[in-house]
Nanobody, 122 residues
Framework: VQLQASGGGLVQAGGSLRLSCAAS??????????MDWYRQAPGETRELVAS????????QYLESVKGRFTISRDNAKSTVYLQMNSLEPEDTAVYYC??????????????WGQGTLVTVSS
């Protein structure tokens, strides 16, 4: 199983970016439970930014991104998105996706994407 994240880049403060993360290699019989976005700024610990349950209806956000970021998922595409608006320099970090995926071979296991860099200039 692999998670492939994309969509990072350089943007000015106040701008927007949309991150995507797609799961692959799951085979035909699998289940994806939680799908989350984390971030890690230089010299900082990794923190949970947004989380969504399997049905996509229940979401949670880091306090500092509430009202600016929106997490969503397309279960048919095994993909989670993070729409980031009104970006601030403090949002600069490497963003990682994480998913709890069940497969017959491994049961439920957490997987990490490779990270995508978001840089917000002031």
């Amino acid at each position: 199983v692999q998670l492939q994240a994309s969509g990072g880049g350089l943007v000015q403060a106040g701008g927007s970016l949309r991150l995507s993360c797609a799961a692959s290699g799951t085979g035909n019989f699998f289940r994806i439970d939680t799908m989350d976005w984390y971030r890690q700024a230089p010299g900082e610990t990794r923190e949970l930014v947004a989380s969504t349950l399997a049905n996509g209806d229940s979401t949670q956000y880091l306090e500092s991104v509430k009202g600016r970021f929106t997490i969503s998922r397309d279960n048919a595409k095994s993909t989670v998105y993070l729409q980031m608006n009104s970006l601030e320099p403090e949002d600069t970090a490497v963003y990682y996706c994480n998913a709890n995926i069940w497969t017959p071979a491994r049961g439920f296991q957490y997987y990490w994407g490779q990270g995508t860099l978001v840089t917000v200039s002031s």
